[in-house]
């Protein structure tokens, strides 16, 4: 590597203060921007916010760059960008005042299976919007969503019904049941019945020939005794 190729990748033309300033601004203008949206940009319930977010991106690229393109210049502007974030959070975190301003607070969506009308048109959230959001959750329909709530950071929380819960668990239980009995059903002809009438064909007739010649048997035995008892 030749001295005009690292000369390229490390000097910077903006002095440091801009390279820091830059990044800050643009950051604190995003946190502001986004918190006016609401939430549902956040949440990307669709392609239209998916693209906002992708070209919010590319939009402030050049604000924060400007026309360097150095590595030195990238590197401090992404360590400003590092530091702001950690310091706002640790700040934020400990003021729950500021915390609630900056990132806003959860709205009930759905409550006791029934959707807050108000609270959807504020956050421009269609009930197809929602419904979609419940069935990435893995819930069939809104009909098993006890209630809903769009969390400040643009997520869904859902909690289902309590008479869906024990009717999905009951679903699955009757499958297992089902899946048995199919398992029984294919074992049962091959061993069960085949075994019984061939059993008792092939020992019953040699039972009673025995039972028949024991009593022979013993008389011969008995009488045996006896000669030998009259000789002594």
Known sequence: MDSTTLNNMLHF?????????????????LIVGLRLAGKRELAQMNTF?????????????????GNDNSVTGGLIGAAALLLLNALVVRFVFRHDALRRLAQGTETVLMDHGHLVT?????????????????????????????????????????IVKPEATHGARQREIIERLAAIEAQLARLGPADGPADGPADSAGDGPADSAADSAAPGRLASESGAGSSGAAHA
């Not at 919010?56 to 760059?65: D, E, H, K, R, Y």
Request: aromatic share 4%; glycine share 10%.
């Open 13 to 29: 033309d903006p002095t440091i203060l801009e390279k820091v300033a830059r990044p800050v601004i643009v950051y604190l203008f």
């Open 49 to 65: 916010d998916l693209v906002v977010l992708l070209m919010l991106s590319n939009t402030v690229q050049n604000a924060i760059i």
């Open 118 to 158: 108000r609270n959807l048109d504020r956050e421009n959230i269609s009930e197809g919007d929602l419904e979609m959001a419940a069935r990435k959750e893995g819930h069939g329909s809104l009909r098993d969503i006890e209630r809903a709530v769009l969390e400040p950071g643009g997520g869904i929380g859902f």
